[in-house]
């Protein structure tokens, strides 16, 4: 399957590689079919591709790689509310990053990307009940650091 990209030019995907999302993106409900695109092999970020809307692109960020308290993360519950499948073994969480001049690098720990790799399926959600916010400073965990920050390690 050819999909065209404003960030990566044409992309050539099988077909096997998408991930449908139901409910489209927050703020892009029309949005319903993706592939995780990884510009370098073992990097820390990745980009969440549109497949119909070249110009759409999400950097992504594994919660495995950041400095975070997973205590504050249920996977069950946040798999539950995405209407996946709740077993931990198959879900990729990600948190979206944004780099600006003014913050520099922060992650939404309160809207996460939850994709279950076995289905290819996945949702985003807001959390209630969580300590973090929409604009967390981006930093990986001690043992990561200097790593490859281009792309994710997340396996969807």
Known sequence: MIVESERFGTLDIDEADLIQFPAGIIGFPGEH?????????????????SVTSPWFALPVVSLDVLEIDMANFDLYDIAKQAGLSGREDVLAVMAVLNVSALAGA?????????????????AQILLDAVKYSTQEVFKVRPELEGADASATGTDV
């Open 33 to 49: 079919h993706f592939v995780m695109v990884q510009t370098r092999e073992n990097a820390l970020v990745g980009w969440l591709q």
């Open 106 to 122: 922060t992650v939404n720990l309160v809207a996460p990307i939850v994709v279950d790799s076995e289905n290819r399926t996945g």
